[in-house]
């Protein structure tokens, strides 16, 4: 099955990444699901229009809990990826069409002083999704990757 490559830029987050652990093949694996929103503008003065495209994408493994830890709503982000067909047939024999977006490459474009305002921000409240249900030890508790 060929896959079309889709690149998405100058996007931003329209909600906090949505992280869970499903069973791969060689046990639990972070799958991780983002909406991204980003404006396309045509035409020029008063017939200027913008409309906005918004695209869910799903990461895998650690690129997925990466993006957990440090995106949230209203983050931008260059995207790279792929789609494929997720046809399928439902209950009663109906077929279903949809698209399937997969992330190969994901650009974060904030600063760090941004990002992490916008995580203490979400801290302020309920925790992100990625913290939620999550036994991952806190960023300062692990051990430095040269250990």
């Keep these: 099955m060929a896959n079309v490559q889709v690149i998405q830029r100058h996007a931003h987050l329209a909600g906090a990444v949505k992280l869970e652990f499903v069973n791969g093949r060689e046990g639990k694996v972070a ?9 396309s503008r045509r035409g020029s ?9 918004a695209i869910q994408w799903t990461l895998w493994s650690k690129q ?9 709503k209203g983050s931008h982000v260059n995207i790279v990826g792929r789609v494929r067909n997720n046809n399928y047939q439902d209950s009663d024999g109906v077929e279903v069409y949809g ?3 997969t992330v190969d490459e994901i650009d974060y474009l904030d600063s760090k002083a941004e990002g992490e305002a916008r995580r203490s921000r979400e801290g302020a409240g309920d925790p992100p999704a990625a913290a939620q249900g999550s036994s991952r030890k806190a960023r300062n508790d692990r051990q430095p990757a040269h250990a």
């Design 64 to 72: 997925a809990e990466h993006a957990a830890e440090y995106l949230g």
């Design 45 to 53: 003065g008063e017939e200027r229009s913008e409309e906005a495209t």
């Design 31 to 39: 799958k991780a699901v983002l909406t991204a929103i980003s404006n």
């Design 99 to 101: 698209l399937a977006f």
